[in-house]
C-alpha cells in the first residue's frame, strides 16, 4: 500500500495522536508533579473502567480503595510500593468477605501498578524521562504501523494477527533512532541504545496483552474515548509495560 494512501486511510487516527502529542507537551512543559499525578490518576480511572470491561468484572468498591492509593502516591516517595500495599488490602477483603470477587487482583496488576510505576518515574527521574519513554514507544508504533502496512507479510504471532515480524523490527529500529535522540543526558550512547530497544519490545508486548485482553473479552477496542485509537488503554498500552521496564532498568544503572 502507498504511503499517501495508508495516511488518508489513517486520517482520524492522526489528528487525534498529534492533539495527543500536544497536550502531552504542555503538561511536560509545565512539568508540575500535581498536574502530572492528577493526569496520571484521571488516567487511571478510566483505564480501570476499561480494564474491568476486558476482565468481565463488576466492582463500584475498586474505585474507592485504588483512589485511596493514589492519594497516598502523592505524598510517598515511591509510589510503586503501593501495589503491595492494596495487594494485601485486596487479600485481607477477599478472607473476610467470601462473596468479594477474587477478580480484584487483575486491575491491580494491569493497569493500576503500571501507572504507579509511571509516577515513580517521572518523580525520580523527571520530565524528560517521561518524554524519552513516549519517544520511544510512540516510535516502536508508528514505526510498527506503517513499515507494517506497506511491506509487512511474515505474521509476528496469533494473538495480533495483523502485526508481522516486518512492522516489529521497523518499530524497534524507528523507536531506537528516537531514543538516542531524546536519551537523558547521564546515560551513555551504548546504554540509550540498549534501553531504547528493551523499551520498545516491551511495549511491543504490552500491545500483545491488550490484544490477548480484547480477543478474550471479544472487543474491537477497550473503549471509544479517542476516536481512531479507541480506548485509554488502546492508547497507552505499550507505556503501561515500557514505563516499568524503564523505571528498573534506569534504577540499575545510574
Not at 502530572?36 to 484521571?42: E, N, S
Not at 519517544?135 to 511491506?151: E, H, K, N, P, T
Not at 531506537?176 to 530497544?197: C, K, P
Not at 477497550?222 to 521496564?245: A, K, Q
Request: hydrophobic share 55%.
Amino acid at each position: 500500500m502507498a504511503l499517501n494512501e495508508i495516511i488518508k486511510s489513517s486520517n482520524t487516527r492522526i489528528k487525534t495522536g498529534i492533539a495527543l502529542i500536544i497536550a502531552v507537551l504542555v503538561i511536560g512543559y509545565i512539568d508540575s508533579f500535581f498536574i502530572m499525578w492528577l493526569l496520571f490518576g484521571i488516567l487511571l480511572v478510566v483505564s480501570i473502567n476499561e480494564s474491568m470491561k476486558l476482565y468481565k468484572m463488576q466492582s463500584d468498591s475498586i474505585y474507592f480503595y485504588t483512589g485511596i492509593i493514589w492519594f497516598l502516591a502523592y505524598f510517598y516517595p515511591y509510589p510503586e510500593d503501593l501495589v503491595f500495599l492494596l495487594a494485601l488490602l485486596y487479600a485481607s477483603l477477599i478472607a473476610y468477605k467470601k462473596e468479594i470477587d477474587r477478580k480484584l487482583f487483575l486491575p491491580l496488576l494491569y493497569p493500576t501498578a503500571s501507572f504507579l510505576f509511571l509516577l515513580a518515574l517521572y518523580s525520580e527521574y523527571g520530565v524528560m524521562s517521561l518524554l524519552w519513554l513516549l519517544v520511544i514507544v510512540a516510535g516502536a508504533d508508528i514505526g510498527a504501523y506503517f513499515v507494517g502496512r506497506s511491506m509487512g507479510k511474515t505474521k509476528f504471532c496469533e494473538t495480533s494477527p495483523n502485526k508481522t515480524v516486518e512492522g516489529v523490527i521497523g518499530g524497534v529500529i524507528v523507536a531506537t533512532l528516537f531514543g538516542l535522540i531524546f536519551s537523558l543526558e547521564n546515560v551513555s550512547t551504548f546504554g540509550a541504545i540498549v534501553i531504547s530497544i528493551v523499551v520498545a519490545l516491551a511495549s511491543v508486548f504490552g500491545d500483545l496483552f491488550e490484544s490477548y485482553l480484547k480477543r478474550l473479552a471479544d472487543v474491537k477496542d477497550s473503549g471509544d474515548i479517542l476516536p481512531g485509537h479507541g480506548g485509554i488503554l488502546d492508547r497507552t498500552d505499550g507505556y503501561l509495560f515500557g514505563g516499568v521496564v524503564m523505571l528498573m532498568i534506569l534504577r540499575a544503572v545510574i
